[in-house]
């Protein structure tokens, strides 16, 4: 059964920083693509950062350069560490995971597997 439980929100202010680490498990951890997506209230979710087997990685033009993905295959676990925060990166942030495929390069299929969720909040 997969689990991912996330851990590491908060509530900061204005420039502050966040590492948030997710915990996976019941899966062929390096078969998959993962990643961090987020939902403020009233909006859409969307994705933050994305990254492969091979360790590529794609973040959202809104917090690139501020937000790094990274993951560690031997615990199976991904952490998303969140510098120079701002009140629009408030929200709720999930883990997922995608089971991917390999065709001389890395591709992702639906984001299938999702964990509870955790809070961030970044005050002005």
């Known amino acids: 059964q997969v689990h991912l439980v996330e851990s590491g929100g908060g509530a900061v202010q204005s420039g502050g920083s966040l590492r948030l680490s997710c915990a996976a498990s019941?899966?062929?951890?390096?078969?998959?693509?993962m990643a961090w997506f987020r939902q403020a209230p009233g909006k859409q979710r969307e994705a933050v950062a994305r990254?492969?087997?091979?360790?590529?990685?794609t973040y959202a033009d809104s917090v690139k350069g501020r937000f790094t993905i990274s993951q560690d295959n031997a615990e199976n676990t991904l952490d998303l560490q969140m510098n120079s925060l701002k009140p629009e990166d408030t929200a709720i942030y999930y883990c997922?995971?995608?089971?991917?495929?390999?065709?001389?390069?890395?591709?992702?299929?639906?984001?299938?597997?999702w964990g509870q969720g955790t809070q961030v909040t970044v005050s002005s």
């Open positions: 997922a995971a995608a089971p991917q495929y390999y065709d001389g390069s890395y591709h992702c299929y639906d984001y299938s597997f």
């Open positions: 990254i492969n087997a091979d360790s590529t990685t």
């Open positions: 019941g899966f062929p951890y390096r078969s998959f693509c």
